[in-house]
């Protein structure tokens, strides 16, 4: 059973084991409080999570990883991402409106590749980390043996013929070569591999009509428009343009249904 947290703008994962519970990323500073509502919604509690595993330290991945050490959580640091661990914390101090609390180093646990395995086995998940580049230098992947595999925000599958990085390709060469059935993502929902080429293809728009209209966004945003201008040209609500030019501006190469999945989550 994997556990899905829709409290902020990134997917927050929880993968119980035997012996404890195992998060994978959390969202930006200043949502904890949401955060652990929405861990008892689904019936558990602060207190069982062991250990946070990080994809990547971006801040809305990672925003809640300081909070949640002093808190008596173990924050996973895997050998390609020593380096990154407070690569957001200038971010975070620009705006005193998060409530960001860094990472304590005394707090955290380091571990191989080559480790992680053994690893997981002592919560009892039996699993692998492995390094995935390509969206950011300590981008890493959880693969269950089960087929459930998290990517954070390893570009989606469907998209991949939009991406031409090397990096890109041959992390999602490594993940398909352990044959996943499920891929968990940072942004975007869930996708069953049915097969291959069906996910590559990407999905027919359920909504013709909003399709269109953030296609229209993102040809606005394309000519320099600004948000005000653009909810007030189509008549739409400004947090949704908001939130669709982020996502554009944020996520390189991203389609419309990219963008789509990814605002998708807000309204779980």
């Known amino acids: 059973m994997i556990y899905e947290l829709h409290y902020d703008n ?20 200043g949502t904890f409080m949401k955060m652990c509502k929405a861990l008892g919604e689904q019936g558990m509690k602060l207190q069982d999570v062991k250990y946070l595993l990080v994809s990547h ?13 002093k808190q008596g959580v173990t ?8 380096d990154y661990v ?8 620009r705006d005193k409106r998060f409530d960001y609390v860094p990472v304590d180093d005394e707090k955290k646990r380091l571990v191989t590749f080559e480790d992680s395995r053994d690893f997981l086995r002592e919560l009892g ?8 580049p390509g969206h950011s230098d300590d981008s890493i992947s959880l693969v ?21 990085e090397p990096e890109v390709q041959e ?7 352990m044959k996943p059935k499920r891929i968990f993502y940072g942004h975007a929902k869930t996708a069953v591999l049915e097969s291959i080429e069906a996910v590559q293809a990407g999905s027919t728009p359920k909504n013709a009509e909003l ?16 948000i005000d201008k653009i909810a007030s040209k189509l008549k739409l609500d400004k947090n949704f343009v908001s939130d669709v030019c982020r996502m554009y501006l944020t996520h390189r190469n991203v389609g419309v249904q990219g963008i789509l999945d990814r605002i998708e989550i807000k309204e779980k």
């Open 75 to 82: 924050v996973v640091v895997m050998e390609n991402q020593s």
């Open 125 to 132: 998940i039996e699993g692998s980390i492995i390094p995935t």
């Open 171 to 177: 992390s999602w060469k490594r993940i398909l070569a």
């Open 86 to 93: 407070h690569s957001s914390d200038h971010i975070f101090e």
């Open 10 to 29: 990134t997917n927050t994962y929880v993968i119980p084991g035997e012996k404890g519970l195992l998060m994978f990323d959390t969202g930006w500073a």
């Open 57 to 69: 330290f971006h801040p809305d991945h990672m925003g809640l990883a300081g909070e949640l050490a």
């Open 144 to 164: 269950l043996d089960s087929g459930d595999v998290f990517v954070g925000d390893l570009y989606p599958l469907y998209e991949l013929e939009a991406h031409e």
């Open 211 to 226: 399709y269109a209209t953030v296609k229209k966004i993102m040809h606005l945003i394309d000519k320099g428009a600004s």
